[in-house]
């Protein structure tokens, strides 16, 4: 599994580098995750070297890949030692002010925290009523031991034994995983995601604003949930997961060869992709240029790219050993002057004939980019639409569990 150990700025820091050392000796991928302040009491050269892994405290680096989401999101367990009293205030507060905060406040992963500081700190009602909440929020704060403080008293704020952490941690992982019930195991599903880009020339393409992050939702739940997943994807804001098959398409027409390569005989397949209903005509093998004698321009003829989620529905109709049993598309939709969300998200379901229609209404703050979503699920059956809301992680695994249950 891969372990994000998070250090905060206290001297016990120097103590809890052992914890990297722990994990990866048991086989972890571990990564080292200080506060800018931790890396007064430890260097990162030594972090690097422990877990092997490149170390950074700060949101402003690696911003193309979005580092906090990514790491949040391949992260199966967060340590955190020494929890400080600073560091566990923020977190109460769901402050992001830093790579490890912004982190935490991102993943779904358990989070440990180990806390250390002098007694006084400790006891104070401030961080108590910071544990208590940090405790609410389902995370595991240790407590601390007894002992020997950094100055020449002892007392209650000691940070416990890596060894101790270690075995607690991985305990904490073995619940979780027990809770995550492994319902889809021996289940088959292929999500696509992502927006299609149409090219236009070497240089241009016409695009969507698709962030792909619920088809990747989708991906990871269902491989949480214990299922073979292959995610087909086009362009999107967030890396693909681990532990998935991964297919990537560029254009509708490549994401429909990938599609039909790889339905037969799966379970489910959820068309999350934003794909172009529309491509260029013609493409252009050299870069389109402007004249420099006039001001025209020209003019883009566009025809239909093939429809895929239809195109699945009729090959399961004419040769279902090709095809996946249950089909789900997906519907962005932001209404009509004259149709509601719902009503637009019914018709489309008649026409394109598919098993489930999931709708989400969509606009400037709502759908793209969000992290947030609200799923109308429609059934081609009698069954009464389901409505999901949540982070897109939990709506994804309430869409996998209604689509696929036995
Ligand atoms: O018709 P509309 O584009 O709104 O339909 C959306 C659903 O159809 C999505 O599930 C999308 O992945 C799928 N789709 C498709 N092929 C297209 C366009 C959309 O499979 N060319």
New binding site residues.
């Given amino acids: 599994m891969r372990v994000i150990v998070g250090f905060g700025g206290g001297i016990a820091a120097y103590k809890a580098t052992s914890l990297l050392r722990l994990f990866s000796k048991d086989g972890h991928d571990v990564v080292a995750m200080p506060t800018p302040s931790a890396l007064e009491f430890v260097g990162q050269p030594t972090l690097e070297a422990l877990s092997g892994n490149p170390v950074s405290s700060s949101v402003f680096e690696r911003v193309e890949e979005v580092n906090h989401v990514r790491q949040a999101e391949l992260a199966d367990l967060v340590v955190v030692a020494p929890a400080t009293a600073d560091l566990m205030a923020r977190l109460a507060m769901g402050r992001a002010n830093d790579l490890l905060s912004a982190t935490i406040l991102t993943t779904h992963a358990p989070v440990v925290l180990a806390p250390a500081m002098h007694t006084q700190m400790w006891e104070h009602p401030a961080t108590q009523a910071n544990v208590a909440t940090l405790r609410e929020f389902g995370y595991h704060v240790l407590d601390p031991a007894v002992g020997r403080l950094t100055g020449p008293d002892s007392g209650s704020g000691r940070m416990p034994e890596p060894e101790e952490i270690f075995g607690f941690a991985m305990s904490v992982k073995d619940s979780s995983q027990k809770d995550e019930k492994k319902t889809l195991q021996g289940r088959s599903v292929v999500i696509?995601a992502g927006g299609?880009r149409e090219p236009l020339d070497p240089v241009r393409y016409l695009g969507n604003r698709s962030s792909g992050k619920q088809g990747v939702a989708l991906a990871e739940a269902a491989r949480a949930l214990g299922a073979d997943v292959t995610l087909i994807h086009a362009h999107m804001e967030v890396p693909a997961p681990d532990g998935v098959r991964c297919v990537f398409a560029s254009s509708?027409e490549e994401?429909?060869n990938a599609?039909l390569e790889n339905v037969a005989d799966k379970d489910v397949l959820?068309?999350?992709?934003?794909?172009?209903?529309f491509r260029p005509a013609s493409y252009e093998e050299y870069k389109i240029k402007k004249s420099e004698t006039d001001d025209a321009a020209p003019t883009i003829s566009l025809v239909?790219?093939?429809?895929?989620?239809?195109?699945?529905v009729s090959l399961r109709e004419q040769q279902p050993e090709l095809a996946p049993e249950t089909i789900?598309?997906?519907?962005?939709?932001t209404g009509s002057a004259t149709q509601s969300v719902l009503e637009l998200g019914e018709a489309?379901l008649r026409?394109?004939k598919?098993d489930y229609?999931?709708i989400n209404e969509v606009g400037e703050q709502r759908g793209f980019g969000a992290d947030d979503n609200h799923l109308t699920v429609l059934a081609a059956t009698a069954e009464p639409a389901q409505v999901y809301q949540g982070s897109k992680y939990d709506v994804a695994k309430a869409l996998l569990l209604h689509v696929m249950r036995p």
Avoid: Y
């Fill in positions: 696509t299609t509708a994401l429909r599609v959820i068309m999350a992709a934003a794909v172009a209903d239909r790219n093939p429809d895929i989620l239809r195109e699945v789900v598309g997906f519907a962005a939709e489309k026409r394109k598919c229609l999931a």
